[in-house]
C-alpha cells in the first residue's frame, strides 16, 4: 500500500470548493489592487535562496529539499515565492517598466518541517509582490490588499501585527544593544536561543519557549522601532499613520521578526485572536536590499504571503460556507435498449448545450436509478421509457419538489437549459 509522502496531502474533490473560493477571491483582490499574476519555475539555483533567504536561516539550513540532479547543478526545490519573483524582476529587466512592478502569485512550495495542523511539507502560498517604491505609502497598499482579502474571505477575529526592524544602517547598532542584553542573560535562555545568539540574533525574539527565561529576556530586551535611524524611523512614522487612515486594527508588537534575512524596515503578521504561535495566516514586509542582492541595481520592495491551507483551516473553524456546485444539474433515468441509447444520446446533447448531465446507471430498475439521484441530490431528472419513446417525449421530474411533467424530446434541451 502506497501512502501520499509524509507532510502532503491529496486535495480530494470534497475539498475543492474550499481552494475555489479562496483562489477566486485572491485572482479578485489582486486584480482591484492592480496587481498582475506570475509564474515562476517549481525549482531554482540553490544558491538563489542561500543569497536571498539567508544562510542561517531555518529555511535553508534545515527545510529546503536541495538535491544535485543528473547535470550536477545543486537545485532546490521553492522554499518561498520572494527570492524567484525578485530574481525574474532582474532577469527580465522589469527595471524598464513604469515602478513599482505589482505581481502576484499562488502556486505550491515545498519545505522539510515536522508536520503538524496547519505545517506541511508541500504547501500552497498566495503572495504580492510590488517592486521598485520605497515609499511607505506602498507598504499600505500591500498590508491593505492583504487585510481585504482576509475580509473577503468573511474571516473575523484577525489582528494585524506590526513592527520595524530598520535597515543595514540601523539594523548593526540595534543587534548591537540586542547583543549586549542577550550576553547578560545567556545563562538563563534555551538552547535555541544559544544558538541563535551566534547565529542568526534577531531570531531570539522568535522564541517561545517558557521552559527557561526566554519570555522575561524577551519582554526586557532593547526594542528595533527604538534604534531606528532617521529615514527608518520616519519611514515607520509614516506607515503607522497611513495604517490609522486605512482604519485597519493594528498591534505594534517589538518581538516581531521574520523568519528570513531579506526584511528591512517594516515587518507585518495578520494572525487569528484566539490561537497560539503556529497560526499566522499572513506574513510579510519590506526587503529593500534584495534585488541588489541578487544582482540587479538597488530596488526596494515589499510583499506577503498567506498560507492557503490555514486560511481553509479558519474558514472551517469559523463555519464560513463555500459555495459547492452540485454534480449534475439532470440526470437521465433510463428503461429498456432503446431509452438506454436515447438517453446517451441526449445527455451528449444536453452537455454541449452547456448544461452538466449524466445517465444514471443503477441497472435496469428505475428505482435504484433515482436513488441514485437523490445521493447525488440532483435536482432534476429525466426518465425516458417506451412510453415516452413511442410518444416522443420525456417525463422532467422536480426531485425536490417532487412533481413531474411530460415534455416532447424536441423542446427537452432548451426546455432543460431554461430551468
Ligand atoms: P512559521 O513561523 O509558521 O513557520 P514562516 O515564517 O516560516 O511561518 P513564511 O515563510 O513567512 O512563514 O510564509 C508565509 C505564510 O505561509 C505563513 O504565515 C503560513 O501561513 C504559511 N506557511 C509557511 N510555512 C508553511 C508550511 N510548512 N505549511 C503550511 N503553511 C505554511
Ligand atoms: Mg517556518
Not at 234 to 249: D, F, M, R, T, V
Not at 293 to 301: D, I, M, R
Not at 333 to 349: I, P, R, Y
Not at 372 to 396: F, R, W, Y
Request: charged share 25%; proline share 5%; glycine share 8%.
Amino acid at each position: 500500500m502506497y501512502k501520499a509522502p509524509r507532510g502532503t496531502t491529496d486535495i480530494l474533490p470534497a475539498d475543492q470548493p474550499y481552494w475555489r473560493y479562496v483562489q477566486t477571491k485572491a485572482a479578485k483582490i489582486s486584480q482591484r489592487f492592480g496587481y498582475s499574476r506570475i509564474d515562476t519555475p517549481v525549482f531554482e539555483d540553490a544558491n538563489l535562496y542561500v543569497r536571498s533567504v539567508g544562510e542561517g536561516t531555518d529555511i535553508v539550513e534545515k527545510e529546503t529539499y536541495t538535491f544535485k540532479d543528473k547535470g550536477g547543478d545543486m537545485i532546490s526545490l521553492r522554499p518561498e515565492g520572494t527570492a524567484g519573483v525578485c530574481r525574474a524582476y532582474v532577469e527580465h529587466g522589469m527595471v524598464s517598466l513604469p515602478q513599482p512592478v505589482r505581481l502576484a502569485y499562488m502556486e505550491s512550495f515545498f519545505r522539510y518541517e515536522r508536520p503538524q495542523a496547519g505545517r506541511f511539507r508541500q504547501f500552497h502560498q498566495f503572495g504580492v509582490e510590488a517592486i521598485g517604491d520605497a515609499d511607505a505609502s506602498i507598504d499600505a497598499e500591500v498590508i491593505d490588499l492583504g487585510w481585504r482579502f482576509i475580509q473577503d474571505l468573511g474571516l473575523g477575529n484577525m489582528t494585524l501585527v506590526l513592527n520595524s526592524i530598520g535597515d543595514k544602517e540601523c539594523r548593526p547598532v540595534y543587534l548591537k544593544a540586542l547583543r549586549g542584553h542577550y550576553a547578560a542573560n545567556l545563562g538563563r535562555v534555551c538552547p535555541d536561543c544559544k544558538m541563535r545568539f551566534e547565529k542568526n540574533l534577531l531570531r531570539v525574539l522568535d522564541c517561545k519557549r517558557t521552559d527557561f527565561a526566554c519570555q522575561e529576556v524577551i519582554n526586557d530586551a532593547p526594542k528595533a522601532t527604538e534604534h531606528l535611524c532617521a529615514p527608518c524611523k520616519e519611514h515607520w512614522e509614516q506607515l503607522n499613520s497611513y495604517i490609522n487612515a486605512l482604519g485597519i486594527p493594528m498591534v505594534i508588537n517589538h518581538n516581531l521578526v521574520r523568519g528570513l534575512d531579506y526584511y528591512t524596515r517594516s515587518v507585518f503578521e495578520i494572525q487569528p485572536q484566539e490561537e497560539g504561535a503556529q497560526s499566522t495566516i499572513l506574513a510579510g514586509g519590506r526587503y529593500d536590499g534584495l534585488i541588489e542582492e541578487l544582482g540587479g541595481k538597488p530596488t526596494p520592495g515589499v510583499g506577503f504571503a498567506t498560507g492557503i491551507e490555514r486560511i481553509i483551516l479558519n474558514l472551517k473553524r469559523q463555519n464560513i460556507s463555500v459555495e459547492s456546485p452540485r454534480t449534475y444539474k439532470v440526470m437521465i433515468a433510463h428503461l429498456g435498449k432503446a431509452a438506454d441509447l436515447e438517453a446517451v444520446a441526449l445527455a451528449s446533447e444536453l452537455r454541449k448545450a452547456g448544461v452538466s448531465a449524466a445517465v444514471a446507471s443503477g441497472g435496469k430498475s428505475l428505482k435504484a436509478q433515482m436513488r441514485q439521484m437523490s445521493a447525488l441530490e440532483t435536482p432534476t431528472a429525466i426518465i425516458i421509457g417506451d412510453n415516452e419513446l413511442a410518444q416522443k417525449s420525456v417525463v422532467v421530474r422536480d426531485m425536490t419538489k417532487a412533481t413531474q411533467q411530460t415534455i416532447p424530446m424536441a423542446d427537452i434541451v432548451s426546455f432543460i437549459k431554461n430551468l
